[in-house]
């Protein structure tokens, strides 16, 4: 139990005894031992915030997200809310803080945190799941894309505004994926379907977002079975290479080769 001190700080007590009785049987009070676990309380405190938050930013990490997502995902199964999630991917993240270092890297994240916190409001999840990755869980209204769509644009706008590190302004890339949550997908479909999203958006390079659909469903699903088979292609010995001459237009020599690599598909020719 929490008790106060003398002078007004909360400590926290564990207290263990019994009762004791006269020679009658009447009860006359109680023996027993209290003990101070303030320290094992804090301890237990700060084990919990490392399992659930992030320690640089102190926002949610992935843990506690999906947790949300999935209290989220099943009320809009429910009818009872409408979820929307968005997957945000920090653009060549990894080389500016190599440059700029752990500390300037660390103060390039604060201030991306920053920027989405005001440009998303308190009532949005904001969670950081990876070092150049956040998500965004909000509540939005049915079937409204272009609300969603708004809303991953004011941040893509406020993302592309200079940073400033050290004096320097630094310029950042970023690619959202968007998904809206419109029946009981579940948590990790939802999170899985923002990040094809994500990659879709990466895809066409510079500050920009997509939003989940069937289309991005079926481009991903072809991609991923062409890479498949183009692993296959290099077993099966599907691949020709053929070289090209490249010609010097005035004496007509032969000045270089390309290399090109042809791949003869079984069904596609």
Same mark, same amino acid.
């Not at 509540?139 to 991953?152: F, H, K, V, Y």
């Not at 010609?247 to 390309?258: A, D, F, I, P, S």
């Given at each position: 139990?929490?008790?106060v %001190?003398?002078d007004?700080?909360?400590?926290w007590?564990?207290?263990s005894?019994?009762?004791?009785?006269?020679?009658?049987?009447n009860?006359t009070?109680?023996?027993? *031992?209290a003990?101070?676990?303030?320290?094992?309380?804090?301890?237990?405190?700060?084990?919990?915030? *490392?399992?659930?938050?992030?320690?640089? %930013?102190?926002?949610?990490?992935?843990?506690?997200?999906?947790?949300?997502?999935?209290?989220?995902a099943?009320?809009?199964?429910?009818?009872?809310?409408?979820g929307? *999630?968005l997957?945000?991917?920090?653009d060549?993240?990894?080389?500016v803080?190599?440059?700029? =270092?752990q *500390?300037?890297?660390d103060?390039?994240?604060r201030?991306?945190? !920053?920027? +989405?916190?005001?440009?998303?409001?308190? #009532?949005?999840?904001?969670?950081?799941? =990876?070092?150049?990755?956040?998500?965004?869980?909000?509540? $939005?209204?049915?079937t409204?894309?272009? @609300?969603? $769509?708004?809303?991953?644009?004011? $941040?893509?706008q406020? +993302?592309?505004e200079?940073?400033?590190?050290?004096?320097? !302004?630094?310029l950042? =890339?970023c690619?959202f994926?968007?998904?809206?949550?419109?029946?009981?997908?579940?948590?990790?479909l939802?999170? @899985?379907?923002?990040?094809?999203?994500?990659?879709?958006?990466?895809a066409?390079?510079?500050? %920009?977002?997509?939003?989940?659909? #069937?289309?991005?469903?079926s481009?991903?699903? !072809?991609? $991923?079975?062409?890479?498949?088979?183009? /692993?296959?292609?290099?077993?099966?010995?599907?691949?020709?290479?053929?070289?090209?001459? /490249?010609?010097?237009?005035t %004496?007509?020599?032969?000045?270089?080769? #390309?290399?090109?690599?042809r @791949?003869?598909?079984?069904? /596609?020719?």
């Amino acid at each position: 139990m929490q008790r106060v %001190t003398h002078d007004g700080q909360p400590i926290w007590v564990s207290i263990s005894g019994e009762p004791i009785f006269d020679g009658e049987g009447n009860f006359t009070g109680y023996r027993g *031992l209290a003990r101070n676990i303030t320290e094992r309380k804090r301890a237990e405190a700060e084990i919990q915030r *490392l399992a659930f938050f992030d320690e640089l %930013t102190g926002l949610p990490n992935r843990r506690l997200l999906l947790e949300r997502l999935e209290r989220v995902a099943a009320a809009c199964g429910r009818g009872a809310c409408h979820g929307a *999630l968005l997957f945000l991917d920090l653009d060549n993240f990894k080389q500016v803080n190599s440059s700029l =270092g752990q *500390l300037g890297g660390d103060r390039l994240i604060r201030q991306v945190v !920053s920027r +989405l916190r005001a440009s998303f409001g308190q #009532e949005a999840l904001l969670a950081r799941i =990876g070092s150049d990755e956040f998500a965004v869980l909000l509540e $939005a209204p049915a079937t409204a894309d272009d @609300w969603l $769509a708004a809303q991953a644009a004011g $941040a893509v706008q406020a +993302l592309a505004e200079p940073f400033w590190i050290d004096g320097e !302004s630094l310029l950042l =890339g970023c690619s959202f994926g968007l998904v809206q949550e419109r029946g009981a997908a579940g948590a990790d479909l939802m999170f @899985w379907h923002a990040h094809i999203a994500m990659q879709h958006a990466k895809a066409k390079k510079g500050c %920009t977002f997509e939003i989940y659909d #069937e289309q991005v469903y079926s481009r991903a699903h !072809s991609r $991923a079975d062409q890479e498949a088979e183009l /692993r296959l292609a290099l077993r099966r010995d599907e691949l020709e290479l053929h070289y090209q001459p /490249r010609l010097n237009l005035t %004496t007509g020599k032969v000045v270089g080769l #390309e290399a090109l690599v042809r @791949w003869r598909h079984p069904e /596609r020719g």
